[in-house]
Each structure stands twice: as C-alpha cells, then as structure tokens.
C-alpha cells in the first residue's frame, strides 16, 4: 500500500467508499457505467478512480468498443490490495476469518471453545489459531492491516470495549486493546448483529437504499437497523437492543439483572431448557422440532409460545422503524427448520403483524458468513478514512 496522499481535501471519503463499493459489486465496470450507477460527476470518477488505481487498489484489464471514440477500460477490485482479520466470537464459538479486498474468504478456522469463558482466554485460543492458520501464508500475514473482533452483547465500538455481553458473562472487557496487544494490529471491535446488518447489505447491493431491519435469534436476540442509508447506532451504540425490552414484569429473571426481557423467552438457551423440563432427553433445538412434528402437547404450547414472542418483537419492529425488508438470521433460526413457515401461519403471527403490509420478511442465506464479512468491511471502512481522510 502506498503513502497516504495529501490533496484530498475536496474528496469526500463517502464518495471513495461508494465508488469501491460499486467496483466490487459490478466486476468489470467502466466509468461511464461507475458515473450512472454512484450518480457522482465524471470529473469525480476521474479522481477517485486515479487515487484508487495510483494506491493499487483497483486495476485496469479488458476493454469494451465505444463507437463514440476511444474503447472503454474495465476496472476491477485488487482484492490483494489487502487483507482483514476477523474474529467471531459467541457462546461456544470462536471463528477466525481472513478476507480479502473483494469480500472472498481466503482463510478460515473454527476453533473449539467449548471450555472458554474469559475475554483473554477467547483472544488467547484467537491467537494461537491465526498463527496455525496463516504458518504458511506469509504474504498474506505482511498484507493484513486491520483486525475485527465481532461479538455479542453492548458494545462501545468507539472505545473497543465490551460493556456487557450477558450470553458471554463478560463486563467491562477491554477487547480491542488486549486484541491489539496480542496480535501487534489495529484493532476494531463490534456488535454481532451491527456486524451481521453490514454483512448482510454487502452481500446484496439492492439493500444500500432502502430501510431494513436484520433480526438475530441465537443465544440472545437483537436487531440491526439500517435507515436513510447508514447504520442506526443511536448515542451509545446500543440502538436494536430489543432482547432486553421487558414484555413480563413478573417474568424470569434476565442476566442483565432486570426480570421479563424478551431474552428470558425467546433464545436458543430457554428453549431447550423449558423443552427439557418436559422431556429430560431433549438436548437441541432439532429435537424439539420432531417431538412438535410429532405432535407432542407440550412442544406444540412451546412453539405457539415462541411464535407470540417473535411475533410481538416483528410487530414493534415494524411499528417502530418502518423497514421494507426484514431479514431473520441467527443460529436459533439456522438450528429451527421450517421456523418462518410454522411462525407464518400462527395465529399470533396474524394477530400482532396486522400491520406488517410493506414489510418483507427474509430469511438469510448468509449465516455465519455474515458476521465474519460485516466484520471484513467495518475493518476496510478504517483503512480507508485513515489513508485518506
């Protein structure tokens, strides 16, 4: 990567950031077709993709007739312009990522941590996998400039710290730091489902200019909510955090301390253990999905159950943010087939969602991948303000 640039003053990072997003989501464009679809001036194509091309970003290869003059160039992401780390870390999960500049996941280990439960100890098992993993990959090692670490629960994405994560235990975990320290990388850190939305919306360059709202079941339940055009934080970072709503005053108690959040009634931890207290044998969300295909009393009231919570979080979504689209995703919804059939056709999915007319419901089709690419771009969106802001 060359030396950052200095006349850039009248370039806003937005517009770069547009124009290599496009690139990447139309390989092989020229910049007629680059000024159509960003809607920027030709004088600012010119510009951006010369910075672009001069940082190796993007390169030239192929040409198209243009009866007007001159054949048309064709631009292409470098994608070993860079590299980004990403680390996902959930309960039971720790999953290290290597992606490259055009959004490819070159490397990846899944790493057992089963018996991991301490910030250091996640970061710790973290390290030792990435020196397993890139032992023989050493200009990819030399290329990586950024790491993410994307994990549940509050995160102050400005500080790199963890507040509070009830699914991991963790309070007050300083993240980025220990991260930075251990690798010898710049270090960002993240929310999972802030992640998962930008993930999402990069897979799909139809979701850049619509509101859309992406639901996340798994150990926890959150939302991430994207509005006008950008990501909605709100001042803490903390916007979407519907798992800690109350919706039973009288209700179980949460792990954040208060009793009745959504999260007490509709996560992949208090289903199976409710499932349990009816059958000693269940031990995963497919096993309670055959006892309700067979018909079982008590799994037929639990999923009935399930489908008046998440119908009530769809409905307050709806009302609240106005999206076009959902997109459901989550490992509770990777684990739960058939979920938005059954959920559907649900008398509570009818009586809550009255007003879900315009709203798309999606499943996504991402999964973990999600994650670990919202995580890739939030680490290139840096790279790029930092070498030309």
């Not at 124009?19 to 000024?35: C, H, M, S």
Request: aromatic share 8%; charged share 20%; with cysteine.
């Amino acid at each position: 990567m060359k030396k950052k640039i200095n006349n850039l003053s009248d370039i806003k990072i937005e517009n770069i950031n547009l124009i290599i997003d496009t690139i990447k989501n139309n390989k092989g464009i020229t910049r007629i077709e680059l000024a159509s679809l960003s809607g920027l001036s030709g004088m600012s194509i010119t510009r951006i993709v010369s910075l672009l091309l001069d940082n190796d970003f993007i390169y030239e290869d192929g040409e198209i007739s243009n009866k007007r003059g001159r054949p048309a160039k064709l631009l292409h992401i470098n994608p070993r312009a860079l590299y980004t780390l990403t680390i996902y870390i959930d309960v039971n999960t720790l999953i290290i990522a290597v992606v490259d500049l055009n959004n490819l996941i070159i490397l990846q280990s899944n790493i057992n941590s089963n018996d991991i439960s301490s910030m250091e100890d996640y970061i710790d098992a973290a390290y030792e996998g990435y020196k397993e993993m890139i032992r023989n990959y050493r200009d990819i090692k030399e290329g990586i400039k950024c790491i993410s670490v994307v994990c549940s629960g509050v995160v102050d994405n400005k500080k790199n710290e963890v507040i509070i994560s009830a699914q991991l235990k963790w309070r007050n975990a300083k993240i980025g730091d220990y991260t930075r320290k251990k690798f010898g990388i710049t270090t960002i850190v993240d929310n999972d489902v802030k992640s998962a939305l930008i993930g999402e919306i990069s897979n799909n360059s139809k979701y850049n200019n619509i509101n859309l709202a992406y639901m996340d079941i798994g150990y926890g339940i959150g939302v991430g909510l994207w509005i006008g055009g950008q990501i909605l934080r709100g001042t803490n970072n903390n916007a979407g955090e519907i798992g800690h709503i109350t919706i039973d005053y009288n209700g179980l108690q949460c792990e954040c301390g208060r009793r009745g959040c959504l999260n007490t009634v509709l996560n992949i931890k208090s289903f199976i253990n409710q499932a349990q207290e009816n059958d000693n044998n269940i031990t995963s969300i497919e096993d309670i999905v055959n006892k309700y295909k067979a018909h079982e009393k008590w799994a037929i009231s639990l999923v009935d159950d399930v489908c008046m919570y998440f119908s009530i979080a769809i409905n307050n979504i709806i009302n609240a943010y106005d999206p076009a689209i959902i997109i459901i995703g989550g490992k509770f919804i990777d684990q739960f087939k058939g979920f938005l059939d059954i959920i559907s056709s649900s008398q509570h999915f009818t009586q809550y969602g009255s007003f879900k007319i315009d709203a798309d419901i999606q499943l996504s089709s991402m999964g973990e991948k999600s994650y670990i690419m919202g995580g890739a771009i939030n680490s290139q969106r840096l790279i790029f303000n930092n070498l030309f802001s």
